[in-house]
Nanobody, 118 residues
């Protein structure tokens, strides 16, 4: 059984920073792409950023220059460093990973709340 467990969310003032972590555990043979999505109240879930196993990254225009994704392949963990946070970044952030256990499958974390407010 594969699980993704996120941590690091919370309440932060505008302009502040947070770092999210997502650790994959279980019977894992390989991990391909990992990424972060977010869903604000009343809105659809949207892609924020992804990183390949080789380290290539993609960022949504709304977070370019402010967010940085990274991963530690030895720890099966992906990170999201969020700087210069804005109220519109408020959302539940979900980790996603393409993992080979018995088959290739996309897995989701449980979500972590990020609230940007003064």
């Amino acid at each position: 059984q594969v699980q993704l467990v996120e941590s690091g969310g919370g309440l932060v003032q505008p302009g502040g920073s947070l770092r999210l972590s997502c650790a994959a555990s279980g019977s894992i043979f390989s991990i391909n792409d990992m990424g972060w999505y977010r869903q604000a109240p009343g809105k659809q879930r949207e892609l924020v950023t992804t990183i390949t196993s080789g380290g290539s990254t993609y960022y949504a225009d709304s977070v370019k220059g402010r967010f940085t994704i990274s991963r530690d392949n030895d720890k099966n963990t992906v990170y999201l460093q969020m700087n210069s946070l804005k109220p519109e970044d408020t959302a539940v952030y979900y980790c996603n990973a393409h993992i080979y256990s018995r088959i290739w499958k996309f897995y989701w974390g449980q979500g972590t709340q990020v609230t940007v407010s003064s």
